[in-house]
């Protein structure tokens, strides 16, 4: 491919930003956008695509699906054990019986997880990890979303472009839009690289007439599955897209040949949305996990679930391809009954940023901000995009630390933040628990100018740093440093150190040099304070005056947004926040952050009693994940505690950062080029 040097170059961010992906300590890159581009989704009624169904066939369904099971018990092998095996579906009972029509409430949604015979063999090690994390991710997005159930086993469509050679276009046959001519050569229905199990799929049927109901069958209807809402594929690979390196070599050549620990693979997932049913909603997807994110070394069971939980919400409708398909259900009372189309909801604001105007997500914004802007829509990313397209992730300036942002970093610093379901929401196709989201912190109370470009530069800000000073994340559970990255565009924000950044881990104090000096203290009830704090010598007066940086000093609330600090070796005092402190026995000062400590509850430390994640109501767990009739329906055990952080793999990440920084200063002169127009955002 010759492409003109910019282009070129463009191809440069995005590999780079792929490479970042895995790394811990890293940011992560997500590549939806661009994998789901390339798919066709097949838009149907995925249940009944013959039409609506007789009284027959519903009998028929019904008389298929299964009755809930306890499943198979915890943890038996079987996770895969055959995936070529279809459903053995044998019915006893319920001959007859349709459930009576009771009119629909959302219920959580249930996430039926299918290993394609496609995947890679993995070891047992791989295999639990691969099921502990997409476990926990399947319960917490179940425990977020309700929908309308599927009444009957889940079938999916084929698609008819595929199977049928000619289909009848006379509107007044009785075969109108049906197909006469079956293709020769149709094997089967395929999803990102996913041979979707016949038993999976409805039927097709050929009409060799145009005005004739004879018919011959090309394909029976499958068994489908029952129980289940959502149909996802889960792939393990180690495909081109995990790997890019070869890419990666050529446009990093001269960092990479003194790093030779760049050359780790990159990917950590990715998604697609295979299907829809006749709402819109997306029915079945596929993940792709590379396997090599499932390796002893760079695992993280947090970050590996959260990388799921974030393509789960691409496939499940937080993606540009679905955004003008979602509904407005605001004016129905229940979820997914009565609902209007909502048309392009996708606009440009007066800056040219490109925003989700719908209600849920303004609100959502304008509580966040405190702003009443009306333009306040849900802000997209640029980077990836071309001018005037939009990305399927928030823009990461003004909501750092999302879920959806296009760059996952530090798992402790990622939340499910009350815009991203706000935005789940506005789909219409589910119900939200909205009171589960997690405080973002970022950009709290701002208003509505905060995370542009021209006001990040600002030195008033205190989410936004200048300059290469140490300091502090803005949670305050991480030393920080000032640093930018490509999604920040010149914005710098303070990013968790590589190493010791975390206050609450007491095995950070281990080593940390100075510390008799600063008198910091690590553990679990530690945060990070901006302070100059240096120890009085009886023998020297007065001491060179010292930079303020980061420190760990421990905190306890007395109150919302009020506290006290303990610094090595004193006692208790109160910290005002917004205000400054000496202790004595020090000289300097310690700077008390106002409305960062002692305001959000949800705020803390992971740990075995505190998660990072929403604990979720389980009433409806086990059904939600567990009907294992068959052996690769995943046979997903009840909740596990989330363990305790793994080691981060600090070598690569520093690589990894240099690289990045590197040929970020590379291509930020592109950047302007190819934004003729004013970078959304941009001064007024
Ligand atoms: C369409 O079908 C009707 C009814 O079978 C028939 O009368 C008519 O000629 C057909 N029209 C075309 C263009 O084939
Ligand atoms: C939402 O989640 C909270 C916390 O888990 C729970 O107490 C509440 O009952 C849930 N609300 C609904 C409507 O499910
Ligand atoms: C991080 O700490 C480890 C162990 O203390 C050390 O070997 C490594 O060089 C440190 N890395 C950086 C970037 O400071
Ligand atoms: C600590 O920092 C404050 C504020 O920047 C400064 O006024 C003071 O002189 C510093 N003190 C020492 C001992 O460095
Ligand atoms: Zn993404």
Known sequence: MALPPPQRLWVGIVVVMVVVVELPGALQKCIFDEVQAEMRVVRAAPIYPNGPPSEARLRALARRELPPTSGKPPGQPGWRASPLRSLTVKQSSSLGKIAPHTPPSPQPIRIQTWIPRESENLSGAENGRLEAAVEEAVRIVSSLLSVNRVQGPLLLSRDINKYCKFVWRNSSAINYNRCGRAHNNYRSET?????????????????????????????????????TDFLLYLHVQSTDKCRAEKVLKLVLSPVLADLPLCTQPTVAAYAVHC?????????????????????????THQATAQAVIH????ALGFSKDLFHTWRDCSSSSQVGVGCAARGEV??????????????????????????????????LENLDVLPGGVSSHWESRVLQGSIMAAALEDFTTVRIDPVTLAALQDTGWYTVNLSQAQSLVWGDGEGAMFGSLSTCQDSSSSFFCTGSALGCHFRHLHKGECQTDPYLEGCQVYKPLKNRSECWKRENSRGSAGQARTGEVFGF??????????????????????????????????????????????????????????IKGYQGVVFCPDRRLCLYPDVAPPSGDVNIFPVPNTSDHSETVTSGQDGTRSPLRPTTELTAVTGLSFAAAVCVLVAVMASYRKCRSFRARIHSAPVAHSDP
């Open 191 to 227: 999803c990102l690289g996913v041979t979707i199990p016949d038993d999976h799929l409805a039927g097709c049927d050929i009409y060799p007439e145009a005005d004739s109901p004879r018919k011959t069958v090309l394909r029976p209807d499958g068994g489908g599955l029952p129980h």
């Open 275 to 299: 299907q829809t049913d006749s709402h819109g909603r997306p029915v079945a997807g596929v993940v792709v996990i590379c396997r090599h994110r499932l390796a002893e070394e760079t695992y």
């Open 311 to 314: 393509e789960l919400f691409h």
């Open 346 to 379: 996708i606009h440009p604001d007066g800056w040219g940023q490109m925003r989700i105007y719908t209600q849920s997500v303004i609100s959502a914004l304008q509580k966040h901000l405190a702003s009443t802007d009306p333009e306040l829509g849900g802000p």
């Open 525 to 582: 009830d530690s945060r990070c304070f901006f302070t100059n704090l240096t120890r009085q010598n009886q023998s020297q007066s007065v001491l060179p005056s010292s930079s303020v940086e980061g420190r760990c000093y421990r905190h306890r609330c007395t109150g919302p947004n009020r506290y006290q600090i303990q610094v090595s070796g004193c006692d208790w005092v109160d910290c005002p926040a917004g205000g400054t402190m000496q």
